[in-house]
């Protein structure tokens, strides 16, 4: 599992997770299109932004591998801003690439591309 140096582990100040310490023993959790629904609670709704803003300035428009990026936190993204570079693609994989849909994630989180490190 690639481990990525200078990515944040988690949003500053709460318990939203943003990378993972070790693989899971009993496997590699997948990576699933979660819905994000418009009565998030606001701090969901914080770390869904600085996760993204986190993955824009650690990785830009180039495709990356998920090594240790949180499967659950990536789920929130997946299909609409983050979305697979592989195919076929792989969502029980560390190895697995990944790109941001900058169109998407401009539109859906202006905030995390305006100000970035607001969330650091």
Same mark, same amino acid.
């Given at each position: 599992m690639l481990k990525?140096?200078?990515?944040p582990g988690r949003l500053p100040g709460t318990?939203?997770? &943003?990378?993972? %310490? /070790? @693989?899971?023993?009993k496997g590699?959790? $997948?990576?699933?299109?979660?819905?994000? &629904?418009?009565? %998030? /609670? @606001?701090?969901?709704?914080?770390?869904? $932004?600085?996760?993204?803003?986190?993955?824009?300035?650690?990785f830009g428009d180039q495709p990356f591998e998920r090594g240790n990026l949180d499967?659950?936190?990536?789920?929130?993204?997946?299909?609409?801003?983050?979305?697979?570079?592989d195919d076929p693609f792989d969502p029980e994989?560390?190895?697995a690439l990944l790109v941001i849909d900058e169109t998407a994630a401009r539109a859906?989180?202006?905030?995390s591309f305006d100000n970035p490190g607001q969330w650091a």
């Open positions: 990525h140096r200078g990515f318990d939203f997770q &943003f990378t993972v %310490r /070790r @693989p899971n023993p590699v959790t $997948a990576i699933t299109a979660r819905e994000r &629904f418009r009565d %998030r /609670r @606001p701090p969901d709704r914080r770390a869904d $932004a600085a996760f993204m803003a986190a993955l824009w300035t650690h499967a659950g936190r990536l789920s929130w993204l997946f299909g609409r801003e983050v979305l697979p570079y994989s560390y190895e859906a989180f202006p905030e």
